[in-house]
């Protein structure tokens, strides 16, 4: 699978030039299935900030982040929580005919859940040439670990374990203003009890996975933490 794995979104030139690199053609002839399901794990997250990812929707006075609303050829919705009781021969030929998931924000380790739980993280390796674009969660939900600080809902396990598809982590929203706390020192902290590789993000910055080779793409602030 090739990643591009955001803070915020295709907010920018740069990384919208990666998208359509991953993509290999034309936004306008790609087909999109956005996934809100870590939105549901997240107490900040609500029906309403679902609904505008879904939609394209950005409320007044806030930085615009395209997603959903790129000017696909299709965008449909996939909702993880429903496909373990509706059965693989339906929702598989969905995802092979997309080109292009889009996985919104909300909480990693309840979006881990739910892709262990559907079977979507078991087909993972099986759709090489599926473009994967993270929001926030989204993103990090394809690294090893997050770091307590990130987990908002805690599973069977009561761990910050994720899926480990990439070998780094990713500290996003990095001087986010709405966030105040994401600054650079505290990321210096969290990467101390990482214990391993990692990112931090801000929202003008993505990460592009293709076959194992990391690119940083930004027109903003980011910071590289070697293990």
Known sequence: ????????????????????????????????????????????????SAWRFVTGQTPAGRPTAPMCDL??????????TALTTIGEERWVPWLQEADVLLVDGGDATYLCHWMRESGLADLLPSLPEKVWVGVSAGSMVMTPRIGDDFVSWKGADGDDSTLGVVDFSIFPHLNHPDMPWNTIANAEKWAADIVGPAYAIDEDTAIKVVGGTVEVVSEGQWRHFPS
């Open 1 to 48: 699978m090739k990643l591009l794995l955001t803070s915020g979104g295709i907010t920018n030139a740069s990384i919208r030039d990666a998208l359509l690199d991953l993509l290999g053609k034309p936004i306008a002839d790609s087909t999109a299935l956005c996934i809100p399901t870590a939105e549901y794990g997240h107490p900040w997250c609500t029906p309403f």
């Open 71 to 80: 000017g696909w050829k299709a965008v449909g919705l996939l909702e993880l």
